[in-house]
């Protein structure tokens, strides 16, 4: 008999040992290369931290590509990558509304002229897939590079918003798998409960309070960024359930197999996908009013 981890009073194992303990290794081999390296760019920030996230962007952009493939619908991948790239460069390059305008319109124009019966699910899933994950991307570019003169400011804002992601995942996951009753959301992912979601919110602020400690004298004060820790938990998890459904919708596990014992990139910045433009959206409207 194989080893296994058994379900308390069962005898059907649970999970393969050797496979468990083999992941576990990747994970945590991957993790200690990955997670240096980019606390390492988000610190140098720049065009370095930028060309990093693009990169993640479009990989994020091929991985929900290939799950919609799954579904026999292609986005048009062409016009997907410059959707793209055009919202990464938006804040960098003149008549950008212009240049949106015209692949808007030779995507339809593209799509109609194919005459596919597909041809309309197409143009969808091409602008949804353009628009997703850079958003996402740009908005954690702009709060790592464009709020503050101060470099380690910036640092210090974008650590700030990746660890309260991080800290709402972990403690939504410790809290939810040992205290978790009540399903947050059964039909779209069956382990999410609100005994989870609220240890999620105690894990956002946890980060949060970490982060200020570490830098007391950071620009924005604990008062005007307490609000970040309700956003990050709202909208982290929306995030994660967001991808969960297009994974259940296309029957697979993870968006690839890229990150060794991690799946995909958009496994991994799901959270962060939505919580960045939630939290930059926020501070936005702060600078606006003149509040900071």
């Known amino acids: 008999m194989s080893a296994g981890i058994y379900i308390s009073g ?14 576990l290794k990747k994970r945590v081999l991957l993790a200690l290369v990955a997670a240096p390296l980019f606390i390492a760019v988000v610190w140098l920030g720049g065009w370095p931290f930028k060309i990093m996230m693009t990169v993640v962007a479009l990989i994020i952009q091929w991985e929900m590509a290939c799950m919609f493939r799954q579904g026999q619908t292609m986005p048009n991948r062409p016009f997907m990558y410059m959707i793209g790239v055009w919202v990464m460069l938006l804040p960098y390059i003149p008549y950008n509304y212009l240049i949106g305008l015209a692949l808007f319109l030779l995507l339809i124009l593209t799509e109609i002229i ?38 380690f400011s910036g640092f210090i804002l974008a650590s700030m918003v990746i660890l309260m992601v991080w800290g709402n995942d972990v403690f939504a996951f410790l809290i939810g798998k040992n205290f978790g009753k009540n ?21 956002a602020a946890i980060g949060l309070l970490l982060v200020l ?19 990050v938990s709202v909208f ?19 968006s690839s197999n890229i ?3 991690h799946g995909g990139f958009f496994d991994r910045f799901d959270a962060l996908l939505l919580a ?6 926020y501070i936005e409207i702060l600078r606006i009013t003149g509040t900071i």
């Open 183 to 203: 399903l947050l959301a059964p039909q779209i992912s069956p382990k999410k409960t609100w005994e989870g979601f609220f240890g999620g919110v105690l894990g």
């Open 236 to 254: 982290g998890p929306v995030g994660d359930l967001a991808a969960s459904k297009l994974k259940r919708m296309y029957d697979t596990k993870d």
């Open 259 to 261: 990150l060794p014992g």
């Open 114 to 151: 194919r005459g596919s019966d597909r041809s309309y699910s197409s143009l969808v899933h091409t602008i949804f897939c353009g628009l997703y994950a850079p958003v996402g991307i740009l908005t954690l570019i702009l709060l790592r590079n464009d709020f503050f003169e101060a470099q």
């Open 276 to 281: 960045a433009p939630a939290v930059y959206l």
């Open 213 to 231: 400690l570490l830098a007391p004298n950071f620009e924005i004060g604990l008062v005007l960024m307490l609000p970040t820790v309700m956003l």
């Open 10 to 23: 069962s005898q059907v194992p649970f999970i393969n040992l050797k496979i468990y303990v083999s992941e």
